[in-house]
């Protein structure tokens, strides 16, 4: 049986069944793993994992993660193996500690098979930064187009794939555009849901965890595993954890829904407007309003310059740890000066250099009032409208990217501003919970679509991507 | 010309909370070195910073005592710079915001009152602690996390006595208030200076010079008016003083320089997101302020309107807030504050001294002081006995009363025992009334002293003389 195509819930029925063990499924799916030929994996964790299943007792009907295997990017702690954020920096790595997420998932018994590939640091769209080298899009047997970034090796192994779910991060959207290249389900709930213990800062303030899975409902099971406050997060919320699977499959209807217009004019691809709108009209048939609405161009052309350079500014101050003094690779030298800048110059790739010297310039006194500060002031804008605007609307849902998986060699993400392709950075600044779903295949190759909903209404942001997968997928069988 | 020094001064306050200002890590100043080290006092990645609740408590208590505006909006910030000693790459401190705003405080210097204003006092977390041996350096990280309030006066101070009365009175606030050692030898107590000279009525100031490293009260001093007589010689010549930051080292008692103002560090500040702003309520400040342990100047106030003590007793008393609080125990007890305070501030320190210990090592608790005191007070030990007594005490743990009578040290009160033996003695000694009546005072000495000798030194001698001056004044 191919186990690797089973979600979430169809693996846990398996094992209820009897059918089949965890061991089974872990020593099956560690052999797909081991011929990865798309570059997701960092360090494995195989002989703890055959360990775990091999001593996991009796199935729990009740816990659906009990015996599920996971992968983990690796910017997230885990105690067992380097933990390097793909970057040499931190090629030699060991946290002392789990980082929360694992610790929830190792406690009800899901079983973790390693780490995942990413842009260095969580730096970068497109899969392309780590240590070892590029992350290839599954897909594409050529080759030759990107699984995107920066949770590049999860969003992999699931579109492989290799397991029901990994967990990844996201600071601009590096959870949900790989998830709409890779035709499977990529969410990030609310700023302060899940904990960000063990997570590496990137930007703090829009750093968010979060995962991939197979199914919208998975998507909901994970959460209330993941969600709760955390007492080494302070961020973390208290907010309470929803019963989000139960609410899921519900057939609520006459949701408001808003298309921001700009952001889809700025869409070129003919081919997924045509999609889109036609997912449109299923969700108005459900029973849903949706309506396009305006927002200013200005604000529209600021996102990304606004995610830049206050995701620089903070990356500047969050990889100053990384000086090789107590911890990581050091480069020995004579001083401390001469450790420091050794380390940090030939163990950063240019990429992490560059958005550092990127973030130090705009909040150095010169410039903080041009670059940083006015970052600031264009995300608090940006958050304004889109607060007005859920005041009458439960959802801003848009195509996740303008296009399928591009070749590597077609754009440079950084400098890339086009309104369409960087949209998704506003669930950063707001700290609105986001989920990418698959929409459906323009030649063969997968697009997604975004719902993204108010601060800690995951529920109904689940609900209403649900909804919207169980129609495709009928419509597509 | 004349010059007037403006002097400026930024105090570092190590807090003595139990555990570190942004995570769960106890603090121990005993311990062995890096042994009190967590991941996030060693910005391992993945960490995030928990505020501490005690080290807030602490700054609104100072900030209370120095009249300061109290913000109830916690909020942090990062100053960026890269050095041996912080871990992060940054130092979480409190930039835009500080806890505490515009307070001031009175000092006396030299019989006036003088007013300082005080600019800020903010909250922030201090580095790792760098230990040099010859071209290694070793790193303590025990240090790395502890919290530390930094209090920032305006440029109000004109003189290096100022500037040490200054500090006394700060080192006074957060060693009474209990939240600090400070210690200036220790470091627990550190004090930059800040100072530039003008030409007295100038309304613009000079160029501002940087004295770093100063361990001690005396060396803020020393180093400030060495730094005015520099300043002055070079204004003197017509020349300009350089904007730069000095190193007072003690070992040539000078200053020297380290770098100049315009290799300045930009700090490239900005908000601390890992710690959302804390909501503090009104209730929660007023209770901090009231629960805050009573500070020297209303301990002066009440030693002085209430205890009826001189400010010369006051003052000795409040030299050390661990005197003050073994007298403030012990007043309990006795209402006669003045003998209580002498025994203090006399026989206690002298004792001390001598052992080289201090008051909170002392053997013997307040409340044995107290008794004591109270059975001087009563007559019912002579100061001679108490002495005695007091020496027995250092070594027992028995109440003075029982010392007193198991070691026959009480003194004689009953007025018919005295009387019996005043009479015998004024039996066998009629010319010496007669002297005393014909205007000889010394007779009644030579009396008292017969009296006292049958007693063995035991009669309470008050009581004694006044009997003594009844029977005679009777027998008339």
């Not at chain 2, 007669?434 to 005072?441: I, L, M, N, Q, S």
Request: aromatic content about 10%; glycine content about 6%; hydrophobic content about 40%.
């Amino acid at each position: 049986m191919k186990y690797e195509l089973l979600t979430i819930v169809e693996l846990h029925n398996l094992y209820v069944s009897k059918k089949v063990t965890p061991l089974d499924v872990v020593e099956y799916l560690i052999e797909l793993i081991k011929k990865d030929k798309h570059n997701f994996m960092e360090a494995n964790m195989f002989e703890e994992a055959i360990k775990l299943a091999k001593n996991i007792g009796e199935v729990d009907k009740d816990n659906l993660l009990w015996g599920i295997p996971f992968l983990i990017k690796d910017n997230i702690a885990t105690k067992e193996v380097i933990t390097s954020a793909s970057s040499k920096i931190l090629s030699n790595y060991i946290s002392p500690f789990d980082a929360t997420m694992i610790k929830k998932l190792k406690a009800i018994k899901a079983i973790p098979l390693g780490k995942t590939t990413m842009d260095e640091f969580a730096m970068g769209g497109k899969g392309t930064t780590s240590h070892n080298g590029f992350t290839y899009n599954p897909l594409d047997k050529t080759k030759t187009k990107m699984m995107g970034g920066s949770s590049s090796g999860s969003a992999a192994a699931v579109t492989v794939p290799v397991v029901p779910f990994a967990l990844a991060s996201d600071t601009g959207d590096s959870i949900r555009k790989p998830a709409s290249y890779g035709g499977i389900v990529g969410f990030k709930p609310s700023w302060g849901r899940i904990s960000r213990y063990g997570l590496f800062s990137f930007a703090p303030s829009m750093d968010h965890a979060g995962y991939f899975t197979r199914s919208v409902f998975d998507a909901a099971l994970l959460l209330e595993a993941l969600a709760g406050y955390d007492e080494n997060d302070p961020t973390s919320s208290t907010h309470v954890v929803d019963k989000y699977s139960k609410n899921t499959a519900n057939s609520t209807s006459n949701y408001q829904i808003a298309v921001i217009k700009g952001i889809f004019d700025n869409i070129l691809d003919e081919k997924l407007k045509s999609l889109f709108s036609k997912s449109i009209e299923e969700l108005k048939i459900l029973g849903h309003k949706v309506e396009f609405v305006e927002m200013p161009i200005t604000l529209l052309r600021a996102i990304f310059p606004t995610y830049f350079v206050i995701s620089c500014a903070e990356a500047s101050s969050n990889t100053a740890c990384y000086d090789g003094v107590n911890f990581g690779v050091r480069l020995e030298g004579n001083t401390y000066e001469e450790i420091v800048t050794k380390t940090r110059s030939e163990l950063f790739s240019a990429q992490i250099k560059k958005r550092i010297l990127y973030g130090a310039y705009a909040l150095s006194k010169d410039n903080k009032d041009e670059t940083y500060l006015r970052a600031q002031r264009s995300r608090r804008k940006i958050v304004e409208f889109i607060n007005k605007l859920f005041e009458k609307y439960d959802f801003i849902y848009l195509p996740a990217a303008p296009s399928v998986a591009p070749k590597f060699n077609e754009y440079n993400n950084d400098d890339n501003f086009a309104i369409a392709d960087n949209h998704l950075a506003i669930a950063n600044f707001g700290g609105y919970p986001s989920i990418t779903i698959p929409l459906g295949k323009i030649n063969g190759l997968p697009v997604g679509v975004n719902f993204t909903g108010r601060p800690f209404e995951e529920s109904i942001v689940l609900n209403i991507a649900y909804q919207l997968e169980q129609i495709l997928e009928k419509k597509g069988a | 010309m004349n010059f007037e020094a403006i002097i400026g001064l930024e105090i570092h306050v190590e807090l003595k909370t139990k555990t570190k200002m942004f995570s769960r890590t106890p603090i121990d100043f005993k311990a062995e070195p890096n042994t009190l080290v967590t991941p996030i006092d060693l910005a391992l990645p993945g960490t995030l910073p928990l505020v501490n609740k005690e080290a807030v408590i602490f700054a609104i208590r100072v900030s209370n005592a120095l009249h300061m505006k109290i913000d109830k909006l916690i909020r942090f910030d990062r100053k960026n710079y890269f050095y041996s000693d912080l871990p992060k790459g940054y130092q979480i401190t409190q930039d835009r915001f500080p806890i505490g705003s515009e307070g001031y405080i009175d000092l006396e210097v030299e019989g006036t009152i003088k007013r300082v204003r005080i600019q800020r006092l903010h909250l922030e977390e201090d580095t790792a602690k760098q230990i040099h041996l010859g071209d290694e350096t070793l790193i303590d990280y025990n240090r790395a996390g502890i919290p530390l309030i930094e209090i920032v006066t305006h440029p109000d101070l004109r003189s290096g006595k100022e500037a040490a009365v200054y500090i006394e009175k700060i080192r006074q606030i957060v060693t009474f208030s209990d939240v600090s050692d400070g210690k200036m030898e220790e470091g627990s107590l550190r004090c930059d200076v800040n100072i530039s000279l003008r030409p007295y009525g100038a309304s613009s100031f000079g160029e501002k010079v940087e004295i770093k490293n100063l361990n001690s009260i005396s060396n803020v001093e020393r180093a400030i008016n060495l730094e005015i007589k520099r300043q002055e010689k070079i204004l003197l010549k017509g020349e300009k003083v350089i904007a730069e930051t000095r190193r007072y080292d003690d070992s040539i008692k000078d200053t020297v320089s380290m770098r100049s103002k315009d290799e300045t560090v930009d700090y490239k500040y900005f908000p601390e997101t890992n710690i959302l702003p804390i909501k503090l309520s009104g209730a929660f400040v007023n209770e901090v302020i009231s629960n805050c342990p009573e500070l020297a100047d209303k301990k002066r106030k009440r030693y002085i309107k209430e205890y009826s003590l001189s400010d010369y007793d006051a003052d000795i008393l409040l030299l050390d807030k661990y005197n003050a609080a073994y007298f403030d125990e012990a007043a309990k007890f006795t209402s006669f504050y003045k003998t209580l305070s002498n025994w203090v501030t006399v026989e206690i320190a002298t004792y001390l001294n001598s052992e080289q210990i201090c008051i909170s090592d002392f053997p013997i608790e307040p409340k044995r002081i107290a008794l004591l005191v109270n059975l001087i007070e009563s007559g019912d030990v002579s100061n001679k006995q108490a002495r005695d007594i007091f020496t027995i005490m250092l070594k027992s743990t028995d109440e003075p009363l029982n010392i007193a009578k198991t070691h026959n040290l009480m003194q004689i009160s009953d007025e018919n025992v005295i009387l019996e033996t005043i009479r015998i003695v004024l039996n066998e000694n009629k010319g010496a009334i007669e002297d005393y009546r014909a205007g000889k005072d010394r007779a009644f000495g030579f009396l008292i002293g017969k009296i006292m000798g049958k007693s063995r030194g035991k009669f309470n001698p008050t009581l004694t003389s006044k009997l003594l001056k009844r029977e005679i004044d009777k027998n008339e």
